[in-house]
């Protein structure tokens, strides 16, 4: 089985920064992709970047230029820098991975269970 916790969610003011960070852990064989997406109170929950194992990204177009996604392959960790944050970035951000296990070439998507980023003066 696989398991994604995030961390370093929390309440930061308007402008300021936070580093969230996912580690995937259990019976990995192979990481691929790795994704970070948010849902926001009565909103459908939304792409806001992704990493490929080789390193290429891709952001949503509300936070290009001010999150940066990167990640450790020999820990299994992605990461979300967010700076110059906004009221409207407020939302629960999600990790995903799509991974395949020891048991089973084939990946899957596997779903942290979420960590709330408040952005609120």
């Known amino acids: 089985q696989v398991q994604l916790v995030e961390s370093g969610g929390g309440l930061v003011q308007p402008g300021g920064s936070l580093r969230l960070s996912c580690v995937a852990s259990g019976s990995i064989f192979r990481v691929n992709n790795m994704g970070w997406y948010r849902q926001a109170p009565g909103k459908q929950r939304e792409l806001v970047a992704v990493?490929?194992?080789?390193?290429?990204?891709d952001y949503a177009d509300s936070v290009k230029g001010r999150f940066t996604i990167s990640r450790d392959n020999a820990k299994n960790t992605v990461y979300l820098q967010m700076s110059s944050l906004k009221p409207e970035d407020t939302a629960v951000y999600y990790c995903?991975?799509?991974?395949?296990?020891?048991?089973?070439?084939?990946?899957?998507?596997?779903w942290g269970q979420g960590t709330q980023v408040t952005v609120s003066s």
């Open positions: 990493i490929t194992s080789g390193g290429s990204t």
């Open positions: 995903n991975g799509l991974i395949s296990t020891l048991t089973d070439w084939r990946a899957y998507d596997y």
